[in-house]
């Protein structure tokens, strides 16, 4: 009858050390979870950083591109023609759209390209003289009118996981 209490007492002591490890596994698995999802959340938040930096630099290098701009501005004719252009697809990598927006005298939206359809995104923009070589009782004569440049990138959020 001691051997059988022995043994009733070493099985119940082997079966507290087993509860006692899953318990601790079951801690460290927790512990883990946590220490991804900060890790995870500040990576999200390092890209979205990133990405405002392409947006705002961006900004400038459409603001500057010679291939847009006149001696006054950006050129009005050359944003409606680069809406045309595929070869600019590598520049415009990471950006989910661009428009030119004239403010006054008049409103009218020029969308160079809009992937923003179905995503999270933040827009960045500047003012900029939007200029157009216009005609004039036989007189060539530049129009400047002011315009807004917008761009927009995509804005990701821990819990929007591709």
């Given at each position: 009858?001691?051997?059988?209490?022995?043994?009733?007492?070493?099985?119940?002591?082997?079966?507290?050390?087993?509860?006692?490890?899953?318990?601790?596994?079951?801690?460290?698995?927790?512990?883990?979870?946590?220490?991804?999802?900060?890790?995870?959340?500040?990576?999200?938040?390092e890209r979205n950083r990133l990405y405002q930096e392409?947006?705002?630099?961006?900004?400038?290098?459409?603001?500057?591109?010679?291939?847009?701009?006149?001696?006054?501005?950006?050129?009005?004719?050359?944003?409606?023609?680069?809406?045309?252009?595929?070869?600019?697809?590598?520049?415009?990598?990471?950006?989910?759209?661009?428009?030119?927006?004239?403010?006054?005298?008049?409103?009218?939206?020029?969308?160079?390209?809009?992937?923003?359809?179905?995503?999270?995104?933040?827009?960045?923009?500047?003012?900029?003289?939007?200029?157009?070589?216009?005609?004039?009782?036989?007189?060539?004569?530049?129009?400047?009118?002011?315009?807004?440049?917008?761009?927009?990138?995509?804005?990701?959020?821990?819990?929007?996981?591709?």
């Open positions: 009858m001691g051997k059988k209490m022995k043994n009733k007492k070493a099985d119940l002591k082997i079966q507290e050390t087993a509860f006692m490890l899953l318990a601790l596994a079951m801690f460290f698995a927790l512990v883990f979870v946590f220490y991804t999802n900060i890790k995870l959340s500040g990576l999200y938040a392409r947006g705002v630099s961006m900004l400038s290098k459409l603001a500057n591109m010679p291939e847009l701009s006149s001696a006054e501005g950006l050129d009005y004719d050359s944003i409606i023609a680069l809406r045309n252009v595929t070869g600019y697809d590598k520049l415009f990598k990471g950006l989910l759209g661009i428009q030119v927006v004239r403010v006054y005298p008049k409103k009218e939206v020029i969308t160079i390209f809009d992937n923003t359809k179905g995503k999270n995104w933040i827009s960045y923009s500047s003012y900029i003289p939007l200029c157009q070589l216009v005609f004039e009782e036989e007189q060539a004569t530049t129009r400047c009118d002011i315009a807004k440049l917008i761009v927009y990138v995509e804005q990701v959020s821990a819990g929007a996981r591709k």
